[in-house]
T-cell receptor, first 116, second 114 residues
Framework: GAGVSQSPSNKVTEKGKDVELRCDPISGHTALYWYRQSLGQGLEFLIYFQGNSAPDKSGLPSDRFSAERTGGSVSTLTIQRTQQEDSAVYLC??????????????FGPGTRLTVL | KQEVTQIPAALSVPEGENLVLNCSFTDSAIYNLQWFRQDPGKGLTSLLLIQSSQREQTSGRLNASLDKSSGRSTLYIAASQPGDSATYLCAVRQASGGYNKLIFGAGTRLAVHP
């Protein structure tokens, strides 16, 4: 595809339910990132995938959050037992990682999650 | 801990003005700095990326400068247009100890009125 795509664009769920958010990065981009944008918190890093390396999970706020990246392409962010404070826009980004250099990050449109 | 600050938080100007948006960061050991715009309800659009070894980058009416030693970057918008109205975010990538992520400022909300 031409850019990073995310689905769903909006998700409303009840407190305590599990949700899955999907990200399709730009074809050929080996690096994939998840960020969260919430009111009053700005944009914060969640997790990073690079090729076959172990992901950098340092930004995940709790063990209710997990993510995987299958086949080095599509990624799924899962939030278990959602809480109201999980309400935010979840943004995915991808970039090339070539020759040991980090390149420009391109962002998807985001998934707006509302936990009732 | 790296902190990124953007000033002003909001700006409202008439069409045609030249603008300067400011971004400062506390730790000068950065790998690169990236400017984005975000329209309401949308994702981020990358505007310019400046590597730590560079002093400036230009794209159309946009010019971004970087002074790494003083921990500052500016985004210059020439001849502003109503279509420039958006939130502008700067983000830095650390050179070490967390270089896998971007650290964002809170943004400058720009309104350009006809």
């Amino acid at each position: 595809g031409a850019g990073v795509s995310q689905s769903p664009s909006n998700k409303v769920t009840e407190k305590g339910k599990d949700v899955e958010l999907r990200c399709d990065p730009i074809s050929g981009h080996t690096a994939l990132y998840w960020y969260r944008q919430s009111l009053g918190q700005g944009l914060e890093f969640l997790i990073y995938f690079q090729g076959n390396s172990a992901p950098d999970k340092s930004g995940l706020p709790s063990d209710r959050f997990s993510a995987e990246r299958t086949g080095g392409s599509v990624s799924t962010l899962t939030i278990q037992r959602t809480q109201q404070e999980d309400s935010a826009v979840y943004l995915c980004a991808s970039s090339l990682f070539s020759g040991g250099s980090y390149n420009e990050q391109f962002f998807g449109p985001g998934t707006r999650l509302t936990v009732l | 801990k790296q902190e990124v600050t953007q000033i002003p938080a909001a700006l409202s100007v008439p069409e045609g003005e030249n603008l300067v948006l400011n971004c400062s960061f506390t730790d000068s050991a950065i790998y690169n700095l990236q400017w984005f715009r975000q329209d309401p309800g949308k994702g981020l659009t990358s505007l310019l990326l400046i590597q730590s070894s560079q002093r400036e980058q230009t794209s159309g009416r946009l010019n971004a400068s970087l002074d790494k030693s003083s921990g500052r970057s500016t985004l210059y918008i020439a001849a502003s247009q109503p279509g420039d109205s958006a939130t502008y975010l700067c983000a830095v990538r650390q050179a070490s100890g967390g270089y896998n992520k971007l650290i964002f400022g809170a943004g400058t909300r720009l309104a350009v009125h006809p």
